[in-house]
């Protein structure tokens, strides 16, 4: 009897191992398997996933790694005029945590309800994209598709943590140099109606600390200029320069990612007691931070000069002081700012990619779309930021797209999911896009051109 038992159980696993489709739902949802939440995300394996299946499409694959254990993969397809510029698909590795009790299936089960929705923390941010891009190479491949143009495609470690251990190193090296990288997609957000969104720039994000100084006082004393006085006033002045932005938005004129965001995030003062704060002082020092955010049309050096003439003020013995990453190299300066990302790519000009005929590969990536039975919004600011600013550092075109349609929104969120029509629909889109961007012949002669 134990003997026929384990032999119904070795058949079971048998059964069970083989009868694994290889399917590209279940494809997706082995990738989504792969627990890479912070802090502790795992790249090794879902690495070694994509290698293998880079092997089995036929692609080349390259690891490198800029900083230990966090690996950066290239998956190359080359294409037939390997002088033209390259076109780069980008996704990153790595997923936010999840709280598994809020959820109504584990994070990284990718369990599939019988309606057709994936559940996985990543199912939309943003590990759809990195394998919709291998199985439309698939289709392609299938169908005897030759590309003219290289295709790149970057996966890409700590995204969610500011990308200076992932693409700021990776995109200013030698080794993305050498690709000759012409066009990017990188990720972009689901859309809750039936046309696909379109990322041209991101916001910049920075942290405002004002501090505030004043002569002491007893709490029953009234006079001019206590720190709390002259925080106060430079609250009130951020306040109507918030509520200037907010009604913009409010009557409809720009979306909230168009406007200079700028929300109090933290007040400090007071001498503190074991009992909390004594009542009768007016302490000498205020402090209060913000989170702002600006979009690239904004001309950086008026915010300055704003932030040290009406939000900060010497004449209100008011601080700040000035911290900029950039690249992932701090440089640190004695002002109160802390400037995440730069507004300005190197030749100076604004973080955006521009979406009209100026820029040539538009109208092929729009037309792409269209191909695919797809239509695209109004082109949009993200509100926050992603990879793709590297990009547009460097001066190369670069989009956010993510082709989930009829989609409620939950990056970042508990239940997380995807429909599988709608990630299957997003590879044939993929499909067109890559055969499009790929054979497009270019304008590099007019681009050249002196006349
Ligand atoms: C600035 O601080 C000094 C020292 O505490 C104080 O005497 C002076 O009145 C303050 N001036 C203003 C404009 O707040
Ligand atoms: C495209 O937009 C940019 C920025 O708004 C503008 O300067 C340029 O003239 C536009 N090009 C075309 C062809 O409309
Ligand atoms: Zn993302």
Known sequence: MPILRSLFFFLFL????????????????????????????????????????????GLQARTFEFIPSKPVLLLTWPGSDPSLPSVLFNSHLDSVPAEPDKWSHPPFSATLTL??????????????????????????????????????????????????????????????????????????????????????????????????????????NMYDNSAMENLMRSIEVITKFRDSQFDVVKAGEAMNSEVISVNPVYLKAGITTPTGYAMNVQPSEAEAGFDLRLPPTVEPDLIKKRIAEEWAPARRNMTY??????????????????????????????????????????????????AAGGKLTRPEILASTTD???????????????????????????????KDTVYLRGISVYESIISSLSSFKGESHKMHSTS
């Open 321 to 370: 002081e000035y911290y900029m990453i950039s690249f992932g190299i701090g440089s640190y300066h004695p002002l109160m700012i802390i400037e995440k990302g730069p507004l300005r790519d190197y030749m100076g000009r604004p973080l955006m990619t521009l979406t009209n005929d100026s820029n040539p590969w538009w109208p092929v990536f729009k037309q792409a779309i269209e």
């Open 14 to 57: 048998f059964f069970s191992v083989h009868s694994e489709e290889d399917t590209p739902i279940a494809r997706f949802r082995r990738y989504l398997q792969f627990n890479t939440a912070h802090p502790n995300p795992n790249y090794a394996d879902p690495v070694s996933f994509l290698i293998s299946q880079a092997d089995s499409i």
């Open 388 to 418: 793709a600013r590297f990009m547009r550092e460097r001066g190369i075109p670069t989009l956010g797209f993510s082709p989930m349609t009829n989609t409620p929104i939950l990056l970042h969120d508990h239940n997380e999911f995807l």
């Open 115 to 220: 309606d057709g929705k994936i559940y996985a923390r990543g199912a939309q941010d943003d590990k759809c994209i990195a394998i919709q891009y291998l199985e439309a190479i698939r289709n392609l491949k299938a169908r005897g598709f030759v590309p003219l143009r290289t295709i790149h495609i970057s996966y890409v470690p700590d995204e969610e943590i500011g990308g200076f251990d992932g693409s700021a190193k990776f995109v200013p090296s030698k080794e993305f140099e050498d690709l000759n990288v012409g066009f990017v997609l990188d990720e972009g957000q689901a859309s809750t109606g039936d046309e696909f969104r379109v990322f041209y720039a991101d916001r910049s994000p920075w942290n405002l600390k004002i501090k505030a100084s004043g002569a002491p006082g007893h709490g029953s």
